[in-house]
């Protein structure tokens, strides 16, 4: 049981270059979130899925795609990086919303 | 990982002192708070929670408290160990119809042994 599996955990692109960032999820759980974490920030919501099949914009969804590919995976994608996108991005995911959410290792993107 | 310390309010301990996180939250409205550890390098990791028709709530070694009134939270550790230090983020959930957690900047504990 690995809970939530974030990949890559290390990225660097250069500006204008594309990626996605893949997690998944075994506890299956209905709800999942992309969050993004910056050096005394806290950690802010970019995207967020209540319930396969929906997505929803979080505090910070510019910039940013996301597409819940089936209960198990959330993917968030960025289609042109911008330097202001370097930051750590957690994935996560919980039963309901009205429980605790349950995170992965982080993946650290720097764009250059 | 010790990025995320920049900046933060830092509470430091011996080992073996009891520590106190504090946290005041923004929405009176919220109904449920949760804190969280992140380790240098890790995810944070769920610790306890508690609901907005309780007071206080228990935990191995931890206590949450909530105060309504003043919206308050705090995080006690009974018996700090090195083992605790990391950053201490309390979370809030908005009344129903908002699904999210609504994250603070986090508190920076160091435990000297």
């Known amino acids: 049981n690995a809970g939530v599996t974030q990949t890559p955990k290390f990225q660097v692109l250069k500006t204008g270059q594309s990626m996605t960032l893949q997690c998944a999820q075994d506890?299956?759980?209905?709800?999942m979130y992309w969050y993004r974490q910056d050096p005394g920030m806290g950690l802010r919501l970019i995207y967020y899925s209540a319930s396969e099949g929906t997505t929803d914009k979080g505090e910070v969804p510019n910039g940013y795609n996301v597409s819940r590919l089936n209960k198990r995976e959330f993917s968030l994608r960025l289609e042109s990086a911008a330097p202001s996108q370097t930051s750590v991005y957690f994935c996560a995911s919980s039963e309901g919303t009205n429980t605790e959410a349950f995170f992965g290792q982080g993946t650290r993107l720097t764009v250059v | 990982g010790e990025s995320v310390g920049l900046h933060l309010p830092t509470l430091s301990v011996q080992e073996g002192d009891n520590s106190i996180i504090n946290c005041a939250y923004s929405?009176?409205?919220?109904?449920?708070f949760i804190w969280y550890k992140q380790e240098s390098g890790k995810g944070p990791q769920f610790i306890i929670d508690?609901?907005?028709?309780?007071d206080k709530r228990q935990g191995q070694r931890v206590t949450v408290l909530l105060n309504k009134t003043v919206k308050h939270l705090s995080l006690q550790i009974a018996a700090t160990q090195p083992g605790d230090s990391a950053v201490y983020f309390c979370a809030e959930r908005p009344h129903s119809g908002y699904s999210t957690l609504t994250f603070g900047k986090g508190t920076m504990l160091l435990v000297s042994p």
């Open positions: 506890m299956n759980h209905n709800s």
């Open positions: 929405n009176s409205a919220s109904d449920y």
């Open positions: 508690i609901r907005s028709n309780m």
